[in-house]
């Protein structure tokens, strides 16, 4: 019989048992009371870790002191008959014991008082409760037996939920890590990011998001898409973007690239390209969708450069150009040198208004630059109604002199398509002029401003060339017609006089190709 107070005290007991969730703090409270409850000298508990191995995770003696390794000598003989059997084991005296005869552990740590009961939750077997007395023998007996398989369940219970709690700890310490991590992530993604739910309300944005878009998170988090960026992005342009969310709302596609484009106070113009893409979610009836936002008004603008700079250098040439090698300073080429110039612009331009003028002129310019970036020549620069241009740097050109006069050829016969469609009084010309010879060529200027320019005597003797050239006339000079006779009809034309030489330059005019 179980008197009153020993039912009120085993209550206190098992309330203790429970008053935590910490699992190494219950394994003692429950070793501790075991032994306490028996009368044991000492006592171990184990357990079964993840790979279903029986370990000992605590060890106290009767002071409630933990035991040492080298002390945690038991009977492992009984710890696995119980394991197996999964019914508790009593014995008053293992050295007497039949059950243990010959049991080298028994014998030699001198084990006489042992108990050890099953900890079970479910029908499973999760552990054990060993206690012995290796001074007294009948120590224990039925009645403790009893006590402590009692206990053993009230605690095997108050075990499983600390192990619960401990894995729900370490997994919610894992869901924090994760948590940072994804928001550390998500802080660094130098896109903007926006995820609004399905009734177009903003749930989440980054750091990048709030930059390009000028707003704090206040201004947004929880607010409809379409209330919280009108007043950044304009009615207009709000309302495109709004159709673009609709469209992936109802027809769970992407839309990638798209380009959102307005007006900003601090900024000028600015452009935004926009992938959105549907969440994914269980509630497929109500989709929310992620926004990726790029600010590209930058790259717009340095394209824009790029094209500009493509009418002036051909593609092919830019493409093998490394902006890293390009120095101040420059190098010795040998190169084909085309100047061209338009006749008689200064009185027509007198006759004509300003803008009219410009736009005519421009018609002109561009058949010559067309004519030179066809033939991979490079376009030094425009000086009113005028054109320089080379060819075999910066890339070298094996046929650098024939490129320059198909280049003349083309501009002269692009000149006469462009007549048909102005009226004669608009009929302009060009005077070119093509030499071939050795220029320094490099980059001319400061670190800040530079030109990428030929320099020397050849280039000079061109512009002379191309000064005597009248209307729809091609001059080459000597070293020019040595190169390219067999190719080139021509006349001879008279010597010129150049300023700076000391002897007259002998040139010839180009007529056309002999295949042409």
């Not at 550390?184 to 130098?190: H, K, P």
């Not at 452009?271 to 790259?299: C, F, H, M, R, Y």
């Not at 006339?473 to 070293?479: F, G, R, T, W």
Request: aromatic share 6%; hydrophobic share 45%.
């Amino acid at each position: 019989m179980v008197t009153r107070e020993r039912q009120s005290a085993f209550t206190e007991i098992i309330r203790a048992v429970n008053s935590t969730l910490e699992l190494d703090e219950v394994l003692c409270v429950v070793m501790d009371y075991a032994v306490k409850l028996t009368g044991a000298e000492r006592g171990f508990l184990m357990l079964r870790d993840e790979s279903g191995e029986m370990i000992t995770r605590t060890a106290r003696n009767w002071e409630r002191e933990s035991i040492e390794a080298a002390d945690q000598a038991f009977s492992h003989t009984v710890v696995q008959r119980v394991i197996e059997s999964g019914k508790a084991i009593l014995t008053t005296n293992a050295q007497e014991d039949i059950r243990f005869e010959n049991q080298e552990s028994v014998i030699i740590h001198n084990l006489r008082s042992i108990l050890c009961v099953p900890l079970s939750t479910k029908e499973e077997l999760v552990g054990v409760i060993y206690v012995d007395n290796r001074v007294r023998a009948g120590i224990f007996n039925e009645a403790k037996r009893d006590l402590l398989e009692v206990f053993a369940d009230h605690a095997a219970v108050a075990i499983e939920n600390a192990r619960l709690y401990e894995a729900m700890r370490m997994n919610l310490v894992e869901v924090i890590k994760l948590n940072n991590l994804m928001d550390n992530v998500f802080a660094s993604i130098v896109s903007g990011v926006i995820t609004i739910d399905h009734q177009n309300k903003i749930m989440l944005l980054n750091h990048a998001a709030e930059d390009i878009l000028q707003l704090g998170k206040t201004d947004l988090l929880n607010q409809p898409i379409q209330e919280a960026l009108l007043p950044v992005l304009g009615a207009q342009t709000m309302q495109r973007f709004m159709n673009s969310i609709q469209c992936v709302q109802e027809r769970a596609r992407n839309i990638i690239a798209k380009e959102l484009t307005y007006d900003s106070e601090l900024r000028g113009k600015v452009i935004l390209q926009v992938n959105i893409s549907p969440l994914k979610s269980s509630e497929p009836d109500q989709p929310g969708v992620a926004i990726v936002i790029n600010d590209i008004t930058e790259n717009k603008r340095l394209e824009a450069q790029k094209r500009l700079f493509e009418r002036m250098v051909s593609p092919k040439v830019i493409q093998q150009l490394d902006p890293d090698q390009i120095k101040l300073g420059g190098e010795r080429h040998e190169i084909s040198i085309l100047f061209a110039d338009i006749h008689g612009f200064t009185q027509f331009s007198q006759s004509v208004p300003a803008e009219e003028l410009v736009t005519i002129l421009n018609r002109y310019i561009a058949c010559a630059a067309d004519a030179i970036l066809e033939q991979e020549g490079t376009i030094d620069k425009f000086e009113g109604d005028a054109v320089m241009a080379w060819f075999n740097a910066p890339i070298p050109q094996e046929d650098h002199i024939l490129r320059a006069v198909r280049a003349a050829l083309e501009i002269r016969a692009a000149v006469q398509r462009l007549k048909r469609e102005f009226p004669e009084s608009q009929h302009l010309s060009f005077g070119i002029g093509i030499h071939s010879g050795e220029a320094i060529l490099g980059l001319i200027g400061a670190e800040r401003r530079v030109d990428y320019t030929a320099i020397g005597d050849a280039v000079n003797t061109a512009k002379r060339i191309q000064e005597q050239a009248v209307s729809d006339q091609i001059l080459i000079s000597e070293a020019v017609y040595r190169q390219v006779k067999g190719e080139v009809k021509v006349r001879e034309a008279a010597f010129i006089v150049a300023k700076g030489k000391r002897e007259p330059v002998k040139v010839f005019e180009v007529v056309g190709f002999f295949n042409g």
